[in-house]
């Protein structure tokens, strides 16, 4: 279902968190469906439970999840996560903002490819 | 629970463990991380109470390890050499495990030594280094400790079986509550499955700390000044563990989270910066390095 890059050195709960979070942003995880256990889970990508644990516990959180006591986690629908999820790709479009303005790219030409993006139509559905 | 008490180990003149203290709980996975001939392995067998430590206390569950059969029961201690009966088969083995630990497991046993293909009739001694090192583990898996001692197990097994065993390990730990202390060199393994760690040097323990926490808690940052009065504020009020300068670009390792170092970076005016996470490698080594263990120090 996701996978562990082991060179990323990021930690590895927050890679988990990362690739769920895509998985139910992009609907390949529809509301109301089940996760995978923790346990089948941390066997999959042999790392420790706790750390998935830790992981599923943030999703909660944030609102990407719910759990059924001794029935495990399943989705949440898009209205309890989208505000969440809106304000962190804000904060990544204003990174790149900065980092445009950063190699001296005019305002005008970053206005204009927000105007192409926003008209036509989006594809890209991975990030 | 593990609560180890001031404990100091000497070897005649030589202070294998100079006054330890750490807790280790139970349900986590505790990585032993350390440099050469800092006591690791000293300390590991002072856990499995089969050395008596000079003074301090090792309490495990309430109560001392040391020549304690009770305590004994629940512990696996897997050397990184491995003693095996001369002319013992691996189901010999077996036996002998069977016959010290309550409620053995034989038929994980069987299904184990299945899975990895090794033949439970033939002789150890006939086993390669892997194999014996495969053998012990399923070994002491079997018997269901409460805690699994490894002393540098992961090495010397070929990377197929080290999924296997880091696997296994995990739905032991979920199935029976098993609680494994790895004392390890291969970083990028004890990444994986740790979630404590502890780095020994020269005896003592650098720090004890939640594995997560300290790869949120030190970064690095990579950044060019516009003027040097920006760089002199940047230095005066960040924790600094190390520095290295080439031509107009700084480096540093930085103690701190990451907000808390992008506000700051974000103040000064500058003209470019990036901010990296380390891995528990450089973590490693950016820690020894503040305690003089250096590699430099050793070529030069």
Redesign the interface.
Known sequence: MISIDYSDKSPIYEQVLRKMENLIVNGVLAPDDKMPSVRNLAIELSINPNTIQRAYGELERKGYIYTVKGRGNFVCGSDKWRSTKVEALEKQLIQVLRELKNVNVDGDHIKKIVDECLGGKNNDKNQ | MIKINNVVKNFSDIKAVDGINADISE???FGLVGTNGAGKSTLMRMLAGVLKPDSGQIIIDGMSVYENEEVKKQIIYISDEQYFFPNYTADECRAFYAGIYDNYDNELFDELIGKMGLDKRRKVNTFSKGMKKQLSIILGVCAHPKYLLCDETFDGLDPVMR?AV??LF??M??DYNMTPIIASHNL?EL?????HVGLLHKGGILFNRD??EM??NIHKVQCIFKDADGRADFEKNTDIMSTSVRGSMYTYTIRGGVDEIRARLDDIDM??YEL????LEEIFISETEVVGYDIKNIID
């Not at chain 2, 990296?276 to 891995?279: E, W």
């Open positions: 349900g986590s996975v999924q880091k696997k995990i739905a730990m979920e990028r990444e994986d499955i740790c979630e594995l997560e790869k949120l003209i470019f990296l996470p380390l891995s």
